[in-house]
């Protein structure tokens, strides 16, 4: 699913929905259920230049 909304290998996600994220268990956090196919923008670092995009959080499974 991550690769479906453009994040890559190595890519370092920083914030999600407007909220920092300092590793997994922060990004877990975020993903509960109430954020589930709620659009939020997402921040990462890719090779040094800073992105921004829509992501969707989707169910576990969903769509595979």
Same mark, same amino acid.
């Given at each position: 699913? *991550? %690769? ?5 290998? %190595? #890519? +370092? ?6 909220? &920092?994220?300092?590793? &997994?268990?922060?990004? $877990? =956090?975020? $993903?509960?259920? #109430?954020?589930?196919?709620? *659009? *939020?923008?997402?921040? +990462?670092?890719? =090779?040094? #230049?800073? =992105? ?11 769509? *595979?």
């Amino acid at each position: 699913a *991550a %690769n479906r909304a453009g994040i890559e290998r %190595n #890519d +370092l996600l920083l914030s999600a929905g407007g909220e &920092v994220l300092t590793g &997994v268990d922060s990004l $877990l =956090r975020w $993903l509960s259920g #109430d954020r589930v196919g709620v *659009a *939020a923008e997402a921040v +990462l670092l890719r =090779r040094g #230049d800073i =992105r921004r995009f829509g992501v969707t959080p989707v169910e576990r499974g969903a769509g *595979a």
